[in-house]
């Protein structure tokens, strides 16, 4: 009798979930489907793999190489800095002022993307950038770096990826209880020791999963490089976008979807590599 | 838990311990003020007192994992004060489930022995003895999230043992464990820390935990020792009121000072150290509530208010003329007809109590 209950009772939560699933059918569910179909498919409505075997070379297939590197240039750089930042609030006091600007700051910045971060960042080091004149104003004459070429988006792209490196690796380093460390120092253990046989391993997980989810971050992205280089840069999101709005050659638009299914087959991976690494840490950081 | 082991891990003699004047401030909160404490080789200890007299602090700083303001640690004589955590040899089993998690229960056990440069295929040897100690072979290859809290323990245990430490530390192993297990361990570890003949310091606020265990029992309160002796000695003789009133229960019934007596309820008890208060002087006796005895009378002094059953024992609570209430714990046979507003006669056992002003 509780149990036929409390059946029921699940059962009437979870249509709390129905809008949301409604959201990710109709946004993601459908226009995915639409986009592994439209792959295979020819205007005709016929199935063919011209279109993937198109998308696989060039000039698409350097649009692929071209965005692979920077979004794992961006990554790593973005990984590597992150946690250095987390390590260093994570040693401050819980409920610090240091923790709460920086855990506020990480939240607002890792979403600031797309044409209002290009426009902030031409206005402050474009070749008529604010900072740009200030510095050269003091003899430091930095106008020959190019925003719109591979570092300059390399260099935007890190403005949002190291603040969400920050956010999602900062629980891991929570978790990491110090009396394993003190464990570790009773048993003998150096700092380094400990690093190495528990901390490193621990956090291992953590941030191979946090450098997949950033990859994937900048591979999607798309607006901010954009508005940027105005498709001067071969990015799979900027190429997708011109043979979709029929920029490229009219009647293309299942080379798009070829172009997208690359995409989300990349991005897909990355994320579950994420999800794996996840699963992991919980395991062991909860 | 029946488990044969290694020769190597019989009793080998202990390390003395001294802590000599050990002082430690948190800011305006004096955690340690002046603590001494001498601890025989072998010999097992527990630090018992109330949540913040300083008990925790005062083995951290013998571990090395916090610094004393003043005062210093000697082991086996040698001032290791200065000495860092990983170079003291001794080993701590902490309170919440310390084993590192990316590591198996029998990995964590050789952890210690691995730092020690010990060969992959000895520390194998020596967790599989260990984890045998403890009761968990059929563990060794499980992680700390597919075991118990009492298994996590046992494996914590094993792990402080195996490289074989100079000084054991227990920080309130028990505390997070269901009551059954904890009984259950604790008989264990004072066996093995017999068997092993280490040197044992035992944190704990469990005052059962501390008197089943220890060959002495240090109560503290307020960052000082208030007395270190048998746990004997201080259940039945404490040195302080706030002993008296710590370890286990007790009563405060008025009396009146006599010398070396008091008068409570019309009875003479001896005193166990005289107040300094002239004679006829009003005073508080300290009373066990098993050393207050109650027979039912018609024309009793008190009456019962309540009674608790205990199993063995039941408590009864009876409430004197003064609206005083006091314990008395009976054999649960005795307690039969003292129901809840009965009158009954009340007496004490002859022994000395404690007066305090």
């Given amino acids: 009798m509780a149990d036929t209950k409390s059946r029921n009772r699940q059962r009437l939560d979870l249509l709390g979930l129905l809008p949301f699933l409604a959201y990710v059918a109709v946004f993601l569910g459908v226009p995915t489907v639409s986009v592994v179909l439209g792959a295979f498919q020819d205007d005709a409505g016929g199935w063919t793999l011209s279109n993937i075997s198109a998308a696989a070379g060039d000039p698409y297939l350097h649009a692929f190489v071209v965005s692979t590197e920077i979004s794992a240039l961006t990554a790593v750089i973005g990984a590597v800095v992150g946690l250095a930042i987390a390590f260093a609030v994570s040693a401050s006091p819980p409920g610090g002022v240091l923790r709460q600007v920086v855990s506020t700051a990480s939240g607002v910045l890792a979403y600031f993307a797309g044409v209002p971060l290009a426009f902030a960042f031409i206005a402050a080091i474009g070749s008529q950038g604010l900072v740009t004149k200030w510095l050269g104003a003091l003899g430091l004459d930095i106008s020959g770096f190019s925003l719109f070429g591979f570092a300059g988006i390399t260099l935007v792209y890190l403005y949002f990826q190291i603040p969400l490196m920050v956010l999602v690796i900062f629980p891991a380093l929570e978790g990491l209880r110090p009396q394993w460390q003190e464990a570790a120092s009773n048993l003998g253990a150096s700092r380094w020791q400990y690093w190495r046989l528990v901390g490193g391993p621990l956090l291992l997980p953590p941030f191979l999963g946090a450098l997949m989810l950033l990859f994937a971050n900048a591979f999607a992205a798309y607006a901010t490089a954009a508005a940027l280089t105005n498709g001067i840069i071969p990015l799979v999101p900027i190429q997708i976008a011109a043979v979709m709005s029929g920029n490229v050659a009219v009647g293309q638009e299942n080379l798009g979807n070829a172009l997208g299914l690359g995409m989300i087959l990349i991005v897909g991976i990355a994320l579950a590599g994420y999800a794996l690494m996840q699963r992991r840490t919980s395991r062991w950081l909860r | ?357």
């Fill in chain 2, 1 to 357: 838990m029946t488990a044969t082991i290694d020769p190597s891990t019989e009793a080998k003699p202990g390390s003395p311990v001294r802590l000599a004047g050990l002082r430690r401030g948190y800011g305006q909160v004096t955690a340690l003020d002046g603590l001494d404490l001498d601890i025989a080789p072998g010999e097992l200890v527990s630090l018992l007192g109330p949540s913040g007299c300083g008990k925790t602090t005062a083995l951290r700083i013998v571990a090395g994992l916090e610094h004393s303001d003043s005062g210093a640690v000697f082991v086996d004589g040698k001032d290791i004060t200065k000495v860092p955590a990983n170079k003291r040899d001794m080993a701590m089993v902490f309170q919440s489930y310390s084993l590192f998690p990316n590591l198996t229960a029998g990995e964590n056990v050789a952890f210690g022995l691995r730092l020690r440069g010990v060969s992959p295929a000895e520390r194998r040897k020596r967790a599989g003895e260990l984890l045998e100690l403890v009761g968990l072979t059929q563990h060794y290859d499980r992680y700390a999230t597919q075991m118990s809290g009492g298994q996590q323990q046992r494996v914590a245990l094993a792990r402080a043992l195996a490289i074989e430490p100079k000084v054991l530390l227990l920080d309130e192993p028990l505390s997070a464990l269901d009551a059954k297990v904890r009984v259950q361990l604790r008989d264990e570890i004072r066996s093995l820390q017999q068997r092993l003949g280490i040197t044992t310091l035992f944190v704990t606020h469990d005052q059962e935990e501390a008197l089943s265990m220890s060959d002495r029992v240090a109560v503290m309160n307020a960052g000082r020792l208030e007395q270190c002796a048998s746990p004997d000695e201080v259940y039945t003789r404490p040195a302080t009121p706030f002993v008296a009133a710590f370890v286990g229960a007790m009563n405060r019934i008025g009396g009146i000072a006599s010398g070396t007596e008091v008068e409570v309820l019309g009875q003479r008890l001896a005193v166990t150290q005289p107040p300094e208060v002239p004679a006829g002087a009003k005073v508080t006796a300290l009373v066990r509530p098993e050393s207050v005895l109650l027979t039912p009378a018609v024309a009793g002094l008190v009456r019962v208010a309540r009674s608790s059953f205990r199993g063995p024992v039941t408590r009864v609570t009876v409430e004197l003329a003064d609206g005083t209430e006091v314990d008395s714990d009976l054999p649960s046979s005795a307690a039969v007809d003292l129901r809840p507003g009965t009158l009954a006669d009340i007496r004490f056992a002859p022994e000395p109590v404690m007066v305090i002003q």
